[in-house]
């Protein structure tokens, strides 16, 4: 008994510093992020206006807005679509097991050399 609580704890406290660290990593991301816009804001706007600043920075979150909403979107359950076979219609396994069954009827019936 004692195994399966110090099993528990061990992966308890592996959870959260793996989730410690996740944190961490999301919060400097976050911070790395608003100092780049800050650049690039500083750099579009000396070159240009405030307006294209706005227009462009805009811009390139919207686009990496939706990448991130595609990029989620799709399916990673690699695994459990191979193991499952995709689902046919009722009819179409009804014809396909008539087609099986006709085959071994006519094999059984040949004659063997």
């Not at 405030?50 to 990496?64: D, E, F, R």
């Not at 094999?107 to 063997?112: D, E, L, N, Q, Y």
């Amino acid at each position: 008994m004692g195994g399966i609580v110090s099993d528990l704890r061990r992966r308890a406290r592996n959870a959260a510093r793996a989730a410690a660290f996740t944190v961490a990593g999301v919060v400097f991301g976050l911070a790395g992020l608003g100092f780049l816009t800050v650049a690039l804001w500083i750099l579009i706007a000396t070159y240009e206006s405030a307006l294209v600043a706005h227009t462009v920075i805009g811009a390139l979150y919207l686009v990496l807005g939706f990448c991130f909403l595609a990029l989620g979107g799709q399916s990673t359950d690699a695994e459990t679509a191979a193991e499952q076979p995709p689902a046919k219609e009722p009819l179409l396994q009804v014809a396909e097991a008539f087609a099986v069954g006709l085959q071994a009827g006519r094999s059984a019936r040949a004659p063997r050399p």
